[in-house]
Structure formats: C-alpha cells, structure tokens
C-alpha cells in the first residue's frame, strides 16, 4: 500500500508557485479572505490560507465583518471588492452564520475573482471543458493528488461519494472530462443511492465526500482501489487535549488494508485545498495583468 502524502505533494506545490510569483512583473497577486463570525474552524482555515499566501508571497487582505451583517451589507462588500483592481481573487470562508444566503454570496462574486470556484459560470466551465475558469479548489487538489501519485483515470471505474457543489459534483465532472489523467467511467453516490457499497466495490477509483465519520469499511472497497478521502470529521477523543480528533469519512485502518493507495487524514487532501487556491489566485493575477 502507498500512502498518497498530501503534505509532501503540497510542499512540492507551493515551491512551484513561489517561483512562480518571484519572477512575476507588476505587484504581487493579491488575496482577500473574508471571514464572518468567530466560527473555530473558519478562524483555523483562514489562518492557514493566510500564512501559506505569505509563504508563497501572495498579499491576503483579511476582512473579519461582525456576525451582525446583513446579507445587502455583505454583498456591497463583496461589489467593492469586485471593483477594487488592487484584489485578484476573493474567498468568503464557508459556512456562512445565519440567516446569510451562502450561494448568493458566492454568486455575487465576479467570476474572475472567484478563486474557489463557486461561481455558477465557473461551474460551468469545467462541464464544458473549458480550462479559462477557477475549479474549485478541493476537487483541483483531489485531480492533482491523483495526477502526481501516478493514477490516471482512462479506462478506470471512478465512484464518487457525495454530489455537494463543492466536492462531489466537480470532481465528478473532472474525473469525466476527456483529457490526459482524466477519461474516467464515473458514478455518483448520495443520499438517494440505494446500494452504496454495491457501487464502491466496484470502484478503481473511489472518492468520498460525504462527511461521515469513518463511513466507507474495508469490505467495501475493491483490493487494490486508489482511495482518496476527502471527509475532514472531529469525534471525540479525551485523550487529546482538544477532546477531539480528525477522521476522514474513510475507516483507515481498515482500508490501507486493501486499497492500492490511500490518502490519510489529516494530510491527504487538505493541504491540497489550500494550496489550489493559491494556484487560482496567480491564475486570477496573470488573467487581470493579460
Ligand atoms: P455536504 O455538502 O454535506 O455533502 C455531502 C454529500 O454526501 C451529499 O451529496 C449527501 O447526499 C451525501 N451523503 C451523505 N450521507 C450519505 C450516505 N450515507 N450515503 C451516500 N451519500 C451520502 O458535504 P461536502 O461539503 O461535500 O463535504 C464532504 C466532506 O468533505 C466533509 O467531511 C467536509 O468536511 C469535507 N471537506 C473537506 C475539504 C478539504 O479541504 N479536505 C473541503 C471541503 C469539504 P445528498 O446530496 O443526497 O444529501
């Protein structure tokens, strides 16, 4: 079994586009985080964006609005913000508190800042196989982590878990698409789906994205599978001192028992998110300078 190192392949990445932003003309690609709320898990996220921008040497903008906002408030933050030539790329960090109208906001954002790549027309475009739009940054991680640990997806059987706009439905729509590492045969499971591990037992390639702890078992996954899990989930462990740990919506010791290669969690797929959207930021940077 090959653990697929998402904290490697990231650390490759980010070297990549440091270079990359160095030898850039002009100013520095420029970032704004906006964050609502006080929410811990948000707080955790943006930091990170933030000091891997730094390290990179992309500028972050950090808007913190009170939890107060109204939704007309936030979307006129986000039009000065579209209108602003200094900022490239915005991201308003998920979940929005409520009563805010999460996909209006990500919709009142001008696709060519959309750098996590929630616009409609971005979604899109990836459907249409058109590579001038921002993929979202967690499917963008998934495609890559399975191009750099040598898993091309032609003539493969690709079962994705989950069909959110964020991860399932991207992916889904990646793995599909007809171009070198992609060409995959790709089935959808949710909600609906009425024999789950029918579907992933057949998988060469399976993706889970539903955000249940633990969910997928050893028996359900064909040996020698590529698995890559997606699912970031926290239950309860007194032995830490958060009184919690990070599982994926995988069973990882039952797994990496029969699956080929096998991404961990954490240090999988995270770092990848990440990373991916600061690749969509310079993307956003070279397209305003064009
Ligand atoms: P989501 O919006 O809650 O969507 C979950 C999907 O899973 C839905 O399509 C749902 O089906 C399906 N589902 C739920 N239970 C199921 C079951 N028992 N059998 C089959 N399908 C089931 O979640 P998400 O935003 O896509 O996130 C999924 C997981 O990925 C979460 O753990 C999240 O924390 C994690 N995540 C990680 C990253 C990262 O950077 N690593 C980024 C984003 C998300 P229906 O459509 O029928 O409801």
Known sequence: MQLID?????????????????????????????RVGEDPASVSYVKKKEKTAAEIGIESRIILPPVTISQAELEKLIDDLNADPGVDGILVQSPLPKPLEELA??????????????HTLNLGKIA????????????AGVMELLARSGTDLKGKHVVVLGRSL?????VALLALQKKAGANGTVTVC????ADVAALTRQADVLIAAIGRA?????????????????????????????G??????????????????????PGGVGPMTVCMLMQNTLKARRLAAA
Do not use: W
């Open 105 to 118: 906001v990500f919709r009142r954002i001008a696709a060519h800042k959309d750098v996590d790549g929630f």
């Open 128 to 139: 249409q196989e058109d590579d001038s739009g921002f993929v979202a940054c967690t499917p």
């Open 190 to 193: 949710h909600s609906g789906t």
């Open 166 to 170: 964020i991860v399932g439905k991207p």
């Open 214 to 242: 633990e969910f997928v078992k050893g028996h359900m996954v064909k040996p020698g599978a590529v698995v890559i899990d997606v699912g970031i989930n926290r239950v309860a462990d007194a032995s830490k001192k958060t």
């Open 244 to 265: 919690y740990k990070l599982v994926g919506d995988v069973d990882f010791a039952a797994v990496s028992q029969v699956a080929s290669k096998i991404t961990p969690v």
């Open 6 to 34: 998402g904290n490697a392949i990231a650390a490759s990445i980010i070297a990549e586009l440091k270079s990359q932003v160095a030898a850039l003309p002009g100013r520095k690609p420029c970032l704004a985080l906006v």
